[in-house]
């Protein structure tokens, strides 16, 4: 009893309350920011910035306690049933924001509902849910919290996007680190992972738990190929948007 009391102190209850003030709080934040700098603030922005912040909130939040907890990698002697405490809680974290995020992009369905955020975070919610919560494969949970590295460029994208900043130096370079950031970590990191514990770890072959060959099997591939339709999206952009650049100075040249 008083361990479940402990985890909704230390756990539950942080986690509730920042989305609660995040969700609360910041959207009047930003448009007295935008109101200072004569910016305007439509119903779209009131809805899609404060949601992109809270993204890269969860997104800092969960990659650096991530990385921390892969460091200090002493607790992982089996990548499929090896637990600690920060893993529990990271899972915990970032299952409040898919949770939050699926209500907000439901009730804003107009502005930021997508079916490929859909799929994502189901799956995303069923692996914490299920493997997660049961104490299952939190090595192989964390090398895929660990990738939400990416996702603070992808929000900056946006926001420049948005503030018309499209040939600003900083939309290039972003745009740059978003496809080496997803080939590296989304598609080449993980999939090396998912590789050495299926060939080279002799836990898999003896693991009589049915949910992690599903997860490898099924969640696993259909994370990628999410992963790898966004990398050919990105990579379309960057192209798109070099190719339009050589044409407009070609035309300045002319």
Avoid at 103 to 118: A, D, E, P, V
Avoid at 120 to 147: M, N
Avoid at 179 to 208: C, K, W
Avoid at 242 to 253: G, R, V
Wanted: hydrophobic letters at 45%; aromatic letters at 20%; proline letters at 4%.
């Amino acid at each position: 009893m008083e361990t479940k009391i402990n985890v909704i102190l230390y756990q539950d209850l942080p986690c509730f309350l920042l989305f609660t003030c995040l969700h609360l709080f910041l959207p009047k934040i930003v448009e007295i920011i935008f109101k200072k700098n004569n910016i305007e603030f439509d119903e779209r922005k009131k809805i899609e910035w404060p949601n992109r912040i809270i993204s890269t909130v969860n997104a800092i939040v969960t990659s650096s306690l991530s990385i921390y907890c892969l460091y200090y990698n002493e607790w992982i002697v089996n990548s499929l049933r090896s637990t600690s405490e920060m893993s529990y809680f990271i899972f915990k974290f970032i299952t409040y924001y898919f949770i939050y995020d699926f209500m907000i992009s439901s009730y804003y369905s107009k502005y930021l509902f997508t079916w490929g955020n859909l799929l994502h975070h189901t799956l995303a919610l069923l692996s914490f849910t299920f493997l997660g919560g049961k104490g299952l494969a939190h090595h192989l949970l964390l090398i895929y919290t660990f990738t939400e590295i990416t996702t603070p460029l992808i929000n900056l994208r946006f926001f420049l996007l948005d503030l018309n900043l499209k040939n600003h130096p900083l939309y290039v370079i972003n745009g740059l680190l978003i496809f080496v950031g997803f080939i590296l970590f989304r598609v080449f990191y993980t999939s090396a992972t998912m590789f050495d514990v299926i060939f080279n770890q002799p836990h898999y072959s003896i693991e009589t738990d049915p949910i992690i060959p599903l997860f490898i099997n099924i969640v696993y591939p259909a994370i990628t190929l999410l992963n790898l339709y966004w990398t050919f999206y990105i990579s379309k952009s960057i192209f798109k948007y070099f190719t339009a650049t050589k044409n407009e100075n070609s035309n300045k040249q002319d």
